[in-house]
């Protein structure tokens, strides 16, 4: 068993965050509820497509510390260190935002893993090559093969529907909605994790 791990949205919170620094820039009123979503989408009905696109540059750059691991998600990652169950983190991630500041998007992620001991030796202790951020889509897949993943957990289907049948296909929705094949399995919450990988 080798398990693999989508970084935005599936290991990191990002809802409240949003709401935050929509809030500090006067993008949102205070009724729009803490989802990412949720600001997304009024911000378009607004007509503020580029407001969003600044926004997810400053959230997943300048400010991405400040957004809290799922709950669970670092027990759970523990739990699997302890069955030596070798993992890794493949996620899809453009090198700097497409509209404001230049963040690199890359060294922010890195970051966070750093701030939650992703690679401390008294955190999970993790190698640098445990982890990568692929530019594009495909290249994300493709590396996902080429390190043997025996299965793979993320929030967006249309990355599960891209990758090979060998591999075992686990769609992270807490709202439990978006699965799209019956052949996934469907985490809502990190504790379910040893369930889904049928470890309990």
């Known amino acids: 068993m080798r398990v693999g791990f989508d970084f935005d949205n599936t290991l990191i919170s990002y809802d ?12 949102i009123p205070e009724t729009i509820p803490p989802q990412k979503n949720a600001v997304r989408d009024y911000l378009r009905q607004q007509g503020q497509e580029d407001d969003w696109t600044r926004l997810q540059g400053e959230v997943y750059g300048g400010r991405i510390l400040e957004a809290p691991p799922y709950p669970g998600m670092l027990a759970s990652l523990h739990a699997l260190a302890h069955l030596n169950i070798p993992m890794c983190i493949v996620s899809h991630k453009t090198r700097t935002p497409y509209l404001g500041e230049a963040w690199d998007l ?33 290249a994300k897949v493709a590396r996902i093969v080429a390190l043997g993943c025996t299965h793979y957990i993320d ?10 049948d060998s591999i075992h296909k686990i769609l992270f929705s807490p709202s439990g909605g978006g699965q799209t094949n019956p052949k996934w399995k469907v985490m809502k919450a990190w504790p379910d994790l040893p369930r889904v990988l049928a470890l309990s």
């Open 155 to 164: 929030d967006l289907p249309e990355i599960l529907v891209m990758l090979p």
């Open 16 to 27: 409240s965050l949003f709401h935050q620094v929509a809030l500090d820039n006067a993008l």
């Open 106 to 138: 890359h060294v922010a992620a890195r970051s966070w893993l750093e701030l939650h001991g992703f690679h401390s030796t008294d955190g999970l202790g993790w190698a640098e090559g445990q982890v990568f951020f692929e530019l594009t889509k495909e």
